[in-house]
C-alpha cells in the first residue's frame, strides 16, 4: 500500500490560480500508489470559485479511476460556503483537519 500524498493550498481558487493547483493534484494522483488517498488541505484558502469547485470534482474522479481517493479538507466558511451550498460535503468527503483526513478508513 502506497503513502498517502498531502497537498497544502493557501490563497484563492478561481480561474487565474486554478490552472496551477490542476498541474499540482495532477502531479499528486499520478505519485499516489493506490489505495492510498492525495489529501487536499484547503484550510489556507481565502476564496473557493467555480473554476476550483470543479476542478476538485475533476481529481476526485481521477482519483476514484485510480483506485484512490481525494480527501478533502476545510475548516474556513471561505471554501465550507460554497461546497455546503452545492451540497458536496460528502460528495466530496470532506473533513475538518489534516489529521481526521489521513485517518485510517
Same mark, same amino acid.
Given at each position: 500500500?502506497?503513502?498517502?500524498? !498531502?497537498?497544502?493550498?493557501a490563497?484563492?481558487?478561481?480561474?487565474?490560480?486554478?490552472?496551477?493547483?490542476?498541474?499540482? &493534484?495532477?502531479?499528486?494522483?499520478?505519485?499516489?500508489?493506490?489505495?492510498?488517498?492525495?489529501?487536499?488541505?484547503?484550510?489556507?484558502?481565502?476564496?473557493?470559485?467555480?473554476?476550483?469547485?470543479? !476542478?476538485?470534482?475533476?481529481?476526485?474522479?481521477?482519483?476514484?479511476?485510480?483506485?484512490?481517493? !481525494?480527501?478533502?479538507?476545510?475548516?474556513?466558511?471561505?471554501?465550507?460556503?460554497?461546497?455546503?451550498?452545492?451540497?458536496?460535503?460528502?460528495? &466530496?468527503?470532506?473533513?475538518?483537519?489534516?489529521?481526521?483526513?489521513?485517518?485510517?478508513?
Amino acid at each position: 500500500m502506497g503513502d498517502t500524498v !498531502l497537498v497544502r493550498v493557501a490563497g484563492e481558487i478561481d480561474v487565474s490560480t486554478a490552472h496551477n493547483l490542476a498541474d499540482c &493534484l495532477g502531479e499528486a494522483v499520478r505519485t499516489v500508489t493506490p489505495p492510498a488517498s492525495v489529501v487536499l488541505d484547503l484550510s489556507g484558502v481565502r476564496f473557493l470559485g467555480a473554476q476550483g469547485i470543479g !476542478l476538485l470534482l475533476d481529481h476526485q474522479d481521477l482519483c476514484l479511476r485510480r483506485g484512490s481517493a !481525494l480527501v478533502i479538507v476545510a475548516n474556513t466558511a471561505a471554501v465550507l460556503r460554497p461546497l455546503q451550498a452545492l451540497e458536496l460535503m460528502s460528495v &466530496l468527503g470532506v473533513r475538518s483537519s489534516v489529521l481526521e483526513a489521513m485517518a485510517p478508513a
